[in-house]
């Protein structure tokens, strides 16, 4: 399936492709493009848009997209919920929300700067959220040990 979003990924349009990917449709395809013009080919391209103003998969009452595609998709994974808190705080500038938030905000506008395309820019921080997520599962068996 494709999927549509803003150009120029930060912390929610690389958390959410990792998401999508790993937990939802491994085979999906990413598509990024003006904001203006992602209900156009959204259609044009019959994908499925997100992190984007007024769809369905996007911001949604203090819910970050990620949380949003979590909560669409039912996933239950511990570790995704505590990854998820701190996309969240990264992503709607909370960041004395999660003691993490603030080095995923700087990885994230790094990565920015080092990989403007957006294509390459979620292949390389894909290894980062690998490497998060791998940290969240470590955090939660912790906690429930």
């Given at each position: 399936m494709k999927w549509i979003t803003r150009s120029h990924v930060h912390v929610d349009r690389v958390?959410?492709?990792?998401?999508?990917?790993?937990f939802v449709d491994s085979?999906?395809?990413?598509?990024?493009?003006?904001?203006?013009?992602?209900?156009?080919m959204a259609g044009q391209e019959g994908a499925i848009p997100?992190?984007?103003?007024?769809?369905?998969?996007?911001?949604q009452d203090g819910l970050c997209t990620f949380d949003v595609i979590i909560k669409k998709y039912e996933l239950t994974d511990n570790a995704l919920l505590r990854m998820a808190k701190i996309v969240n705080a990264a992503d709607t500038d909370?960041?004395?929300d999660d003691p993490v938030a603030a080095g995923l905000e700087a990885i994230a506008v790094g990565y920015g700067v080092r990989f403007p395309n957006d294509h390459e820019n979620l292949k390389h921080q894909f290894e980062v959220y690998d490497a998060l997520y791998a940290w969240c599962r470590l955090q939660v068996a912790g906690e429930t040990n």
């Open positions: 958390a959410c492709p990792w998401l999508i990917r790993r085979n999906a395809e990413f598509v990024f493009v003006p904001k203006s013009q992602i209900d156009d997100f992190d984007a103003p007024g769809v369905e998969l996007g911001h909370r960041l004395e």
